[in-house]
């Protein structure tokens, strides 16, 4: 365990609690853990979506072919 490098984000938020210390004034861009309430309807279609039993299972490996389609014509208008 000593040989173990420190975990990345540990020495980000050690280095920002210190500059916090500090009385700087700062927007953490570290591990994005959010700091806002989940809206409403998000956490209303997630309960949805975990009570519906077709999603109870993996999803298929190739994809859903209307995401892949509309995914590939982003891409395609995109780059």
Sequence with gaps: ???????????????????????VDLIDLGIGDPDLETPQHIVGATQEALNDVRNHHYA?????PELRQALAQWYRARF
Aim: glycine fraction near 10%; avoid cysteine.
């Design 1 to 23: 365990m000593e040989i173990l490098p420190v975990y990345l984000f540990d020495e980000v938020v050690r280095l920002k609690d210190k500059a916090l210390g500090r009385g």
């Design 60 to 64: 298929s490996y190739r994809g859903l």
